[in-house]
C-alpha cells in the first residue's frame, strides 16, 4: 500500500513562484526500495504530461517548458519530493500530480494532486 500526499499548491499571480511537496508512505514504502519520483500536470481538456522526474541517484529529466523554470530534488530519505516553480505562467496552471516507481519495479503510484493556478 502506497500513499502519495501532494502538498503546497495554490493561486499566484504570473511571475510568481510556488514550491510543490509529495510525500510517499505506506507499508509498501518500507518493503521496497525508492525508485524515480516525478511530477506531472494535467490542464483541463488537455493528456497529463510530464513535469520533472528525478531518479533515486539524483539524475533529473525536464520538460522543455520546466527548464530553467522549475527545479525537482527529493529528501536524503527519499520520501519527499518537491518542486520548486519559478516565473510561473497562465500556461502553468494545471493539477499537478506526483508519481512514484519503486526500484525495478513496473507499477507506478499516483497522488490525488493539487491544484496550481496562475492567474495574470
Known amino acids: 500500500q502506497v500513499q502519495l500526499v501532494e502538498s503546497g499548491g495554490g493561486l499566484v499571480q504570473a511571475g510568481g513562484s510556488l514550491r510543490l511537496s509529495c510525500l510517499a508512505s505506506g507499508s509498501a514504502v518500507s518493503r521496497n526500495i525508492m525508485g524515480t519520483m516525478g511530477w506531472y500536470r494535467q490542464a483541463p481538456g488537455l493528456q497529463r504530461e510530464l513535469v520533472a522526474t528525478?531518479?533515486?541517484?539524483?539524475?533529473?529529466n525536464y520538460a522543455e517548458f520546466a527548464k530553467g523554470r522549475f527545479t525537482i530534488s527529493r529528501d536524503r530519505a527519499q520520501m519527499m519530493v518537491h518542486l520548486q516553480m519559478n516565473g510561473l505562467e497562465s500556461e502553468d496552471t494545471a493539477i499537478y500530480y506526483c508519481k512514484l516507481r519503486f526500484w525495478r519495479r513496473e507499477q507506478d503510484y499516483w497522488g490525488q494532486g493539487t491544484q496550481v493556478t496562475v492567474f495574470s
Open positions: 528525478i531518479t533515486r541517484l539524483g539524475d533529473t
